[in-house]
């Protein structure tokens, strides 16, 4: 089962811009999570926001959770054209089990 | 970050037989192994929570004798697709984490085509 959605489904943006990805979820949550997945491959964790926190930073990454409208977003500034790649966003709550969104694919144009 | 290690990569397979796929945390102990199945240009499908020492927990949907799973030991987890058909056909990926509520780490992927 998909717990939320992500918007857009498809992002593309010239190198230097920034991206932003939305992620909207249903139920609950304990936190929120984001991972990248490059073609064909396994995902990599990309951060992790309690439901108690609000904005949280990794380096070029910024992540921000309201969970009075059950949303999130995923911020990455002065994309790379390494940055390209599938994006997903993956709630965390009281089942104990990581459930996925839709994911964003982003295309950053050199 | 920790490391998960997935085998094989890739399996071809004939239609009727069964396939084992393993998933290794290599340096930390899984508490928690989930596994699940994307379709190309989609998302990842929960199948399955699998816990230590128990039985795993399948999502609905999912035909808990045809995809058998077992985490024998907090390192290793295993999914075996029994009597696999074309529509078995897929990209399935393990995770494994150490305590609820953190972040996982997976696997690469496996392949699996049925001809």
């Known amino acids: 089962s998909q717990q939320g959605e992500e918007d857009p489904q498809a992002l593309s943006i010239q190198e230097g811009e920034n991206a932003t990805m939305n992620c909207s979820y249903k139920?609950?949550?304990?936190?929120l999570q984001w991972y990248r997945q490059n073609s064909g491959r396994g995902l990599v964790h990309l951060i992790l926001?309690?439901?108690?926190?609000r904005e949280k930073h990794s380096g070029r990454l910024r992540v921000t959770l309201d969970t009075s409208k059950k949303s999130s977003s995923l911020l990455i500034t002065a994309s790379r054209a390494a940055d390209t790649a599938s994006y997903f966003c993956?709630?965390?709550?009281?089942?104990?089990?990581?459930?996925f969104g839709q994911g964003t694919r982003l295309t950053i144009n050199p | 970050g920790a490391v998960v290690s997935q085998h094989p990569s890739w399996v071809i397979c004939k239609s009727g037989t069964s396939v084992k796929i393993e998933c290794r945390s290599l340096?930390?102990?899984?508490?928690?192994m989930f596994w699940y199945r994307q379709f190309p240009k989609q998302s990842l499908m929960l199948m399955a929570t699998?816990?230590?020492?128990?039985?795993?927990?399948?999502e609905q949907g999912v035909e808990k004798d045809k995809f058998l799973i077992n985490h024998a030991s907090l390192t290793l987890s295993t999914l075996t697709v029994t009597s696999a058909h074309p529509e078995d056909s897929s990209f399935y990926i393990c995770?494994?984490?150490?305590?609820?509520?953190?972040?996982?780490?997976f696997g690469q992927g496996t392949r699996l085509t049925v001809v």
């Open positions: 139920t609950s949550i304990n936190n």
């Open positions: 699998s816990n230590e020492g128990s039985k795993a927990t399948y």
């Open positions: 995770s494994a984490r150490a305590q609820v509520f953190t972040e996982a780490f």
């Open positions: 926001i309690r439901s108690n926190e």
């Open positions: 340096d930390f102990q899984a508490t928690t």
């Open positions: 993956a709630t965390d709550g009281g089942a104990q089990k990581l459930v």
